[in-house]
């Protein structure tokens, strides 16, 4: 069983930065597995953000491509979402997500993870 709990979420004014945060825990995790952000605004299919695969390839989600930054702390078992030049339409429940694959088809799909945070919401307003 594996844990996430995501914090860091926030409001804030476009042009903003945010820093989210995902503490994974549990007896069978492992820094191998695959991580990702997916986030869902309101009337909105889930969309993913960013992967990172326990093996290091990233994917990036082309609307967040060169303002967000994936990245993992293997000794703290923390996933990170470093987000900069927040525009309005990144609105959304932010939610973190682990896969006991060290690879992923594409980098990876909601379908493809088996462990879920609650989510941390992000509101950016104009």
């Known amino acids: 069983q594996v844990q996430l709990v995501e914090s860091g979420g926030g409001s804030v004014q476009a042009g903003g930065s945010l820093r989210l945060s995902c503490a994974a825990s549990g007896y069978s995790y492992s820094s191998r597995f695959s991580m990702g952000w997916f986030r869902q605004a309101p009337g909105k299919e889930r969309e993913r953000v960013a992967t990172?695969?326990?093996?290091?390839?990233?994917i990036y989600a082309e609307s967040v491509k060169g303002r967000f930054t994936i990245s993992k702390d293997n000794a703290k078992n923390t996933l990170y979402l470093q987000m900069n030049s927040l525009k309005p339409e990144d609105t959304a429940m932010y939610s973190c997500?682990?896969?006991?694959?060290?690879?992923?088809?594409?980098?990876?799909?909601?379908?493809?993870?088996?462990?879920w945070g609650q989510g941390t919401q992000v509101t950016v307003s104009s």
């Open positions: 997500a682990a896969s006991r694959r060290g690879t992923l088809v594409g980098g990876g799909w909601a379908g493809d993870f088996g462990s």
């Open positions: 990172i695969e326990g093996f290091g390839r990233i």
